[in-house]
T-cell receptor
Framework: KNQVEQSPQSLIILEGKNCTLQ??????????LRWYKQDTGRGPVSLTI?????NTKSNGRYTATLDADTKQSSLHITASQLSDSASYIC??????????FGAGTTVTVRA | SAVISQKPSRDICQRGTSLTIQCQVD?????MFWYRQQPGQSLTLIAT?????????ESGFVIDKFPISRPNLTFSTLTVSNMSPEDSSIYLC?????????????FGPGTRLTVL
């Protein structure tokens, strides 16, 4: 069964600090890995999408990495802001459009 | 990107009744999907809405319970039939412009359903 595991389940950081979220997956075959941000009460919004050949991709203060050999990804948030408080979901796609979702990491940024 | 609207944004319903959720996209898209997100959990794909033909349902979801329509390339509906409290969830529509596996999936704001 294709699985996507995220850690930690939740974390609290102070405004201005950095943090890194982890994602391990067993989805096979592998097509691409996405990170989504979901604010409370909203639908997920795409942050990054990486294919097998890409090992890093940035979107503003968000930087995602991918190691397709070890089937691991991370999302690094730099200089966190209060608006970064959200759930961050790792999503892995096989060679079709179907997505396997992680349970998400809830990030709380405090002033 | 794609701008997606859903109606209603939320509803409270009595058990045994049905609710139809609408999803409208601002431009034509190839793929439309319906997801469910139960409280504190991640998203689960219910079905792929196919234009002009029956939807493709995932394991555990059936047409009698979740009938879906997709009359054109910008609109789809999901009906939650004969509701029970276990159907309380957020229902999300998502779209993808092409059928390419690497294309971005855009999500609507969701419909929060509470069944009493």
């Amino acid at each position: 069964k294709n699985q996507v595991e995220q850690s930690p389940q939740s974390l609290i950081i102070l405004e201005g600090k950095n943090c890194t979220l982890q994602c391990n997956y067993t989805v096979s075959p592998f097509s691409n890995l996405r990170w989504y941000k979901q604010d409370t009460g909203r639908g997920p919004v795409s942050l990054t999408i990486m294919t097998f050949s890409e090992n890093t991709k940035s979107n503003g203060r968000y930087t995602a990495t991918l190691d397709a050999d070890t089937k691991q990804s991370s999302l690094h948030i730099t200089a966190s802001q209060l608006s970064d408080s959200a759930s961050y979901i790792c999503v892995v796609s096989a060679d079709d459009y179907k997505l396997s979702f992680g349970a998400g990491t809830t990030v709380t940024v405090r002033a | 990107s794609a701008v997606i609207s859903q109606k209603p944004s939320r509803d409270i319903c009595q058990r045994g009744t049905s609710l139809t959720i609408q999803c409208q996209v601002d431009s034509q898209v190839t793929m439309m999907f319906w997801y469910r997100q139960q409280p504190g959990q991640s998203l689960t794909l219910i079905a792929t809405a196919n234009q002009g033909s029956e939807a493709t349902y995932e394991s555990g979801f059936v047409i009698d319970k979740f009938p879906i329509s997709r009359p054109n390339l910008t609109f789809s509906t999901l009906t939650v039939s004969n509701m029970s409290p276990e159907d309380s969830s957020i229902y999300l529509c998502s779209v993808q412009r092409s059928s390419t596996a690497t294309d971005t999936q855009y999500f609507g704001p969701g419909t929060r359903l509470t069944v009493l």
